[in-house]
């Protein structure tokens, strides 16, 4: 099989979909790399590293032409919809549950879309998003303390406190991986630490690892209004695998809260959880509502590059080298795990969540692969 790494164009976007190593396991099994000229500098990978293992560096243009399935990071831009080819294999984050346009551009294109982010064990974990779950949970800590110094806008809060002062509070709304992960890290500050979800299994599995260090809440209306009240930082971590994220915090809401407390919505790919957020850029990553300041930054790993590209790469790559080695049809039929990544394939929506999302027809994704 041929197979396409072109260079990712989103604003502040350095990951690349795929490491020297990834080439090589695909060389010596007797596939084609295409590699766009510079894909990895972002990532601090070089030219040179990808071709000492067979990988051909060509245009952009000759990626997409050429090749049978193209790997990336991130979804399509409008400028990229007119070089994908009917039959070709996506494989990427796709996150189209909020976004109509590019659903119906990849619809019109009848591409194979198999989303990272809907790949599912049978235990229900989400393996390639786990690893870029970590890093932005870890980083919702890192960036909100920053923006919560006053030369940000923020209420000039030490996250940890010192003898004498209290500390920060934390809110996390969700306990996936996202927000476990927040968890760790804030509670490693010395802030005190809230953490909603609706999962009382969940719930009682983080009090078991933390103790008295996290304070867990059932999430309902009113335990999240009283803990937004006073909270200094509120970290957005709610996943329903395919579907937007429900809005649980509504403009009325923010009036509640502090002057200067800081939101972090790292959910935004999938809309958001809340009802004021919309997708920034690491160039320009907060705006202001009713006083509270908003990072809704949609690639946040991707400041992290070289960290995230190999975290991304170990969960990614044996996907990719398992459809390069079968077809996608023979590899969907036989994982079911993969077969739930399966998005778009020939014009048809075969995610349920997602055709629910946007109201489109759902296609079980069955009828392309185990007919």
Excluded at 141 to 156: D, F, I, Q
Excluded at 321 to 332: F, H, I, P, S
Aim: with cysteine; glycine share 10%; hydrophobic share 40%.
């Amino acid at each position: 099989m041929i197979v396409g790494v072109p260079k990712e164009i989103k604003t502040d976007e350095y990951r690349v979909s795929m490491t020297p190593a990834g080439v090589h396991e695909l060389v010596v099994r007797g596939h084609k790399v295409l590699l766009e000229d510079l894909a990895g500098e972002g990532s601090g990978i070089a030219n040179e590293d990808y071709l000492e293992q067979g990988a051909e560096i060509v245009s952009r243009q000759e990626i997409f032409a050429r090749s049978e399935m193209i790997v990336k990071v991130k979804e399509p831009l409008p400028e990229e919809y007119g070089l994908l080819r009917e039959g070709q294999i996506l494989y990427t984050y796709l996150h189209l549950a909020p976004a109509p346009e590019l659903t119906q551009a990849l619809l019109d294109q009848k591409i194979v879309g198999i989303a990272y982010e809907t790949v599912q064990l049978p235990d229900r974990s989400l393996p390639l998003l786990i690893p870029m779950s970590e890093v932005a949970g870890r980083m919702a800590v890192h960036e909100g303390a920053k923006y919560l110094e006053r030369e940000n806008g923020g209420r000039g809060i030490l996250l940890g406190g010192v003898p004498g002062v209290d500390p920060g509070h934390v809110v996390i709304i969700g306990g996936g991986i996202v927000g476990a992960n927040a968890a760790k890290m804030a509670i490693g500050t010395g802030a005190q630490v809230t953490l909603l979800d609706v999962n009382l299994p969940r719930l009682r599995y983080l009090d078991d690892i933390h103790g008295s260090r996290l304070k867990t809440l059932m999430s309902n209306r009113l335990n999240l209004l009283e803990s937004l009240r006073t909270a200094d930082l509120v970290i957005g971590a709610v996943l329903i695998p395919g579907a937007k994220a429900p809005r649980l915090i509504t403009r009325e809401m923010l009036t509640g809260m502090q002057a200067g407390s800081v939101v972090v919505d790292v959910g935004i790919d999938q809309g958001g959880v809340l009802e004021t957020s919309r997708p920034t850029t690491h160039s320009n990553p907060i705006f202001e509502v009713e006083g509270v300041i908003h990072y809704c930054v949609a690639n946040m790993p991707g400041a992290l590059a070289r960290t995230s590209t190999f975290a991304l790469t170990n969960a990614t790559f044996p996907y990719a080298l398992e459809l390069a080695e079968k077809g996608y049809q023979k590899a969907l039929k036989e994982d079911p795990a993969l077969r739930a990544g399966l998005n778009i394939c020939l014009g048809s929506v075969t995610h349920p969540e997602v055709a629910k999302a946007l109201e489109k027809e759902f296609t079980a994704p069955e009828n392309f692969c185990c007919v």
